[in-house]
Structures are given as C-alpha cells and as structure tokens.
C-alpha cells in the first residue's frame, strides 16, 4: 500500500506538511506541493520547478498515465 496520496510533500525539499507548511500549487495539469521555503525559488527560478516535474515523470510511475 502506498501512503503517497495522505502525505503531502514539498516537490523541491521533500518536508512533509508536518515539518513546514505547504501550498498547493498546479502546473502542466498535476497538481502538487510545495513549501513556503520553497515558493521563492518557484517565483524566481520556474525552470528548476519544471525540472523536478520531468524527473519526477520518469522515476514515478505512480505519476503515469495508464493506457
Ligand atoms: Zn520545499
């Protein structure tokens, strides 16, 4: 059983919303976290944002679609 989809997690950091409080956010259609620590960097530097959104597509496949 994963516990993937009840803890939420900063895409950037990985802290749990226990450690740092998180912010929902939405890009490319997924949806996802991330922390207040880490919303700068999302501000100023996206490209490292949509990086993390690639890896994650490959290393995942929780975050594939199935056909
Ligand atoms: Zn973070």
């Known amino acids: 059983m994963s ?3 009840s803890t939420k997690v900063c895409i950037s950091c990985n ?3 226990n450690t740092i409080p998180l ?4 890009f490319a259609k997924q ?9 700068p960097t999302l501000i100023h530097e ?7 959104f690639k890896s994650m597509d490959t290393n ?4 594939r679609q199935i056909d």
């Not at 995942?60 to 975050?63: A, E, L, M, W």
Request: aromatic share 4%; with cysteine.
């Open 60 to 63: 995942n496949p929780v975050n």
């Open 15 to 17: 802290r749990d919303e």
């Open 3 to 5: 516990d993937n989809l």
């Open 23 to 26: 912010v929902s956010i939405t």
């Open 46 to 52: 996206p490209q490292r944002l949509v990086e993390k």
């Open 31 to 39: 949806a996802t976290w991330i922390c207040t620590q880490c919303l």
